[in-house]
Structures are given as C-alpha cells and as structure tokens.
C-alpha cells in the first residue's frame, strides 16, 4: 500500500518537472512539421519551375538550329548555373534557416 503511495507521488513529481521539457518538445516538433510542410511545397514547386524552364530552353535551342556542340555547352553551362544556385541556397538555408 505504501508503495503505491509513494510510486503515486514519484510519478506525479516527475510529470510535474517534465511537462515544460514535454510541451517544448511539441511545440518543436510542431515547428519541424511546419518547416518541413513549406520546403517539401516550395521544392517541389521549384523543381517543377526549373524542369519547365529547362525543357523549355531545350526546345528554344533546338528552334534556334542550333549545333550540336553548342546546345551541349549551353546546356552544361545551365546545368552549372543551377548547381551554383543550389549551393548558395543551401547555404542560405544553413545559414539563416528556411528562406520564405
């Protein structure tokens, strides 16, 4: 019986001194979700902006009749435009959190 007791009280002490660190852990967690739910929409939409904007610059070079050796080189100096801007938003994202 005294046992009971005291596993009573044992456990209400420790809720009581947990339930700020449990109610932070939610609220972080809530504002993981919350980061996670804007990126995963902003990167999808951005990776659909660039992959309409390549096909796109890819068909512009091909009505420009252009050679073959110039679309690949403009083509890998796109590629490496969009690597550098990767980069450097990756870095912005490290840096200064999520860029909204």
């Known amino acids: 019986m005294e046992r009971d ?4 009280e044992m456990s209400k002490l420790l809720d009581e ?5 449990f109610s932070e852990i ?14 995963e929409q902003k990167t999808y939409a951005s990776l659909k902006m660039v ?12 009505e420009a009749g252009l050679t073959a ?21 990756e870095e912005l994202l490290r840096a200064d959190g999520p860029v909204i």
């Open 26 to 39: 939610a609220n972080l967690k809530s504002k993981v979700e919350s980061m996670e739910e804007t990126l």
């Open 69 to 89: 050796s110039g679309k690949v080189r403009l083509l890998v100096q796109i590629n490496n435009l969009e690597s550098d801007l990767k980069k450097a938003k």
């Open 5 to 8: 007791v005291l596993k009573k």
């Open 51 to 62: 992959a309409e904007d390549h096909l796109s610059l890819t068909k512009k070079l091909d």
């Open 17 to 21: 001194k947990f339930a700020p660190v």
